[in-house]
């Protein structure tokens, strides 16, 4: 367990800033990630079942996607969120019914789905 901390750290605070990637920049895209993807969440209707992580990098992939079509369009800030937004809940119902599906193919193997 030292180990790890110890090689987390030493990531974190030597390897990352020798190849230019700020520490400001790993947090700030988490938080930019949890929050498109927790309003990308929001606009997909019923239940996600899915983990804090899963909508973070979700958010982040929807964030990214979000801003390169936003601005191959031309589009203006607002308009470039409203893209990040879309493309995480794009995202997020992909993955929830790429999960459901998983799961009900798993039940019916076992006898207990309905046909």
Do not use: C, K, N
Request: proline share 3%.
């Amino acid at each position: 367990m030292i180990l790890f901390v110890l090689g987390l750290l030493v990531v974190l605070f030597v390897v990352l800033p020798l190849i230019g990637v700020a520490l400001w920049w790993i947090i700030s895209t988490a938080v930019t990630g949890l929050v498109v993807g927790g309003l990308g969440r929001l606009a997909v209707p019923g239940r996600q079942p899915i983990g804090l992580l899963w909508t973070m990098l979700l958010g982040v992939a929807g964030s990214m996607l979000g801003t390169l079509v936003g601005h191959a369009l031309g589009v203006g800030g607002v308009g470039t969120l409203l893209l990040e937004i879309l493309a995480a809940a794009a995202l997020v119902a992909t993955y929830v019914g790429r999960s459901r599906a998983r799961i009900g193919r798993a039940d019916r193997q076992l006898g207990r789905g309905r046909y």
